[in-house]
């Protein structure tokens, strides 16, 4: 899992391999180290919009799976929908490589200034 694309409020992330640990017995890749890619593309996410100083932690976290995902490229984005003083909510999907999407999130932030 690593970022490639970075903008103000966005983050993609590339899923290229995912090793056989990572499978489920059916082989299709377990639905948690799906939420570990999607989180970490919601924390890039809302990085890129934290002023100086402050910080956010996830508050709550929704995954629909849409459907079973082969070993294979997966490419994530996520995006912030809105900002606020102490919230921001955001949104998130991975692709694989047909251009389908399998798994969709969002998710609430809690930011924390000093």
């Known amino acids: 899992m ?7 409020g966005t983050s993609r992330w590339l899923w290229e391999q995912q090793p056989s ?15 570990v890619l999607i989180d970490e593309m919601f924390s890039t996410a809302i990085a890129s919009v934290l002023e100086v100083e402050e910080w956010a932690m996830t ?16 490419n994530g984005d996520a995006r912030v929908l809105r900002r606020t003083r102490f919230l921001a909510f955001l949104e998130a999907q991975i692709i694989d490589q047909n251009g389908v999407v399998a798994v969709t999130a969002t998710s609430t932030w809690a930011i924390v200034r000093p």
């Not at 640990?21 to 939420?35: E, H, S």
């Not at 995954?63 to 997966?74: D, E, G, K, T, V």
């Open 59 to 74: 508050a709550e976290f929704k995954i629909n799976f849409l459907r079973a995902l082969n070993p294979q490229p997966l």
């Open 21 to 35: 640990n990572v499978l489920n017995p059916f082989g299709t890749v377990q639905g948690g180290y799906l939420a």
């Open 2 to 8: 690593r970022p490639v694309v970075f903008a103000s």
